[in-house]
């Protein structure tokens, strides 16, 4: 059975973000597929600094829904 599973990359280590069922030392595949980020998914919707841009899609500080 196959199953996707999300996860970052944190310390040199991946880690799922969400609870999986395995056996203490299952073997398995890891396919990796980087996540797309939001600056790649709209290159070239806007005309402004592509830092700018950068900053406005990817910094946390920014909160979209309030």
Known sequence: MST????????????????IDLKERQKVEIILKPKESAVEKTKGMFRANPDLIKFIAEDDSILWDK
């Open 4 to 19: 996707a599973v999300k996860a970052i990359f944190e310390n040199g280590v991946l880690k799922p973000l969400k609870k």
